[in-house]
């Protein structure tokens, strides 16, 4: 399938957001810059593995939510998404909320990334920055100058998981947070309508 994004739009659109949305941990990780590697090259794989396996959209979106689930601190990005107006939902609208997040990041960036088909991800170093670990990778897609993707990750769940992503200097927790704002914005600050709309985006 031929690649005819332009860097720039593919910088906008897509986000391996992949996870790239919860807030910056705040003390010191045993997490080493092996593991983080690791964990990025793994999440490559797999998101290679996924949008190059011929199957349906649906199976694909299926299969993105559980590299989220597994990659990604998943509750971390959408909280951090909601921003203060977590403050005022009730624990059942998290939850629900949270839920409904991690299908429309999945379906979300499932579309994008079936864009990525032809082009590649490759890690080329890893540093330690205060208590997360940053991944570079670089971003070859067909037709198209290569570009900085990076990954910042942390164990601050227990486990490494990444929490942020760049992509050219673009932070995508930042724009992630923008647009679930704005829906919030057109359901009137609703949260029962946001859950809704975002289980109806496609």
């Excluded at 949305?21 to 794989?45: E, I, K, M, R, Y």
């Excluded at 199976?59 to 005022?88: H, N, P, S, T």
């Excluded at 971003?139 to 486990?159: H, I, M, N, Q, W």
């Amino acid at each position: 399938m031929p690649i005819d994004l332009h860097r720039r739009q593919f910088v906008r659109r897509v986000g391996l957001g992949l996870a790239a949305l919860a807030a910056a941990p705040t003390a010191g990780w045993a997490l080493t810059t092996d593991q983080a590697a690791s964990l990025v090259n793994q999440v490559v794989d797999d998101i290679n593995r996924v949008i190059n396996s011929g199957k349906s959209e649906a199976a694909i979106y299926k299969e993105f939510e559980k590299i989220f689930g597994k990659y990604a601190d998943v509750q971390g990005i959408a909280l951090l998404a909601l921003g203060a107006d977590r403050k005022r939902a009730s624990q059942a609208q998290l939850v629900a909320y949270v839920e409904a997040f991690k299908g429309y990041i999945s379906r979300k960036y499932g579309k994008r990334f079936r864009e990525f088909i032809g082009g590649r991800l490759e890690e080329t170093g890893s540093k330690a920055v205060k208590s997360y670990v940053e991944v570079k990778t670089i971003a070859y897609l067909r037709g198209e100058d290569p570009f900085d993707v990076t990954f910042l990750v942390s164990d601050r769940s227990g486990k490494p998981k990444f929490f942020n992503l760049y992509i050219e200097g673009v932070n995508m927790v930042l724009t992630e947070k923008t647009e679930i704002g704005s829906m919030l914005d057109r359901q009137k600050g609703n949260i029962d309508g946001l859950i809704k709309q975002l289980n109806a985006t496609s």
